[in-house]
C-alpha cells in the first residue's frame, strides 16, 4: 500500500524521528502514542500531507479519529486523494 508508506516517511519527516516512523504499521497509535506528536505536530503534519500529495484538508476534517492511528490516517489521505 503506497500511501501507507508514504504518510510514514511524511511522519518521520515532520515528527523527526531518524527512521523510527518506518517501523509503525496501520495499527501504532498517534495521538497520545508517540510523544513528539502534539497539536504543532498535527499542524505541521496535515501542511506536509497536503503537499506531498496534492490535497486540501478543511479545518473541520481535522479530528482525533484521522490522527488516532498510522492507518487512520492513511486512510484518510486515501479518501481526499479519491475525491
Do not use: C, Y
Not at 501507507?4 to 519527516?13: A, G, S, W
Amino acid at each position: 500500500m503506497a500511501t501507507l508508506e508514504e504518510v510514514k516517511k511524511v511522519i518521520d519527516q515532520v515528527l523527526q524521528l531518524n527512521g523510527r516512523a518506518m517501523d509503525f504499521d496501520r495499527s501504532t497509535g498517534l495521538l497520545g502514542e508517540v510523544p513528539e506528536f502534539d497539536s504543532m505536530a498535527v499542524v505541521t503534519l496535515v501542511t506536509h500531507l497536503e503537499e506531498q500529495f496534492g490535497i486540501m484538508v478543511d479545518d473541520e476534517e481535522i479530528s482525533a479519529e484521522t490522527f488516532e492511528s498510522v492507518g487512520s490516517l492513511a486512510d484518510f489521505v486515501d479518501r481526499k486523494l479519491a475525491e
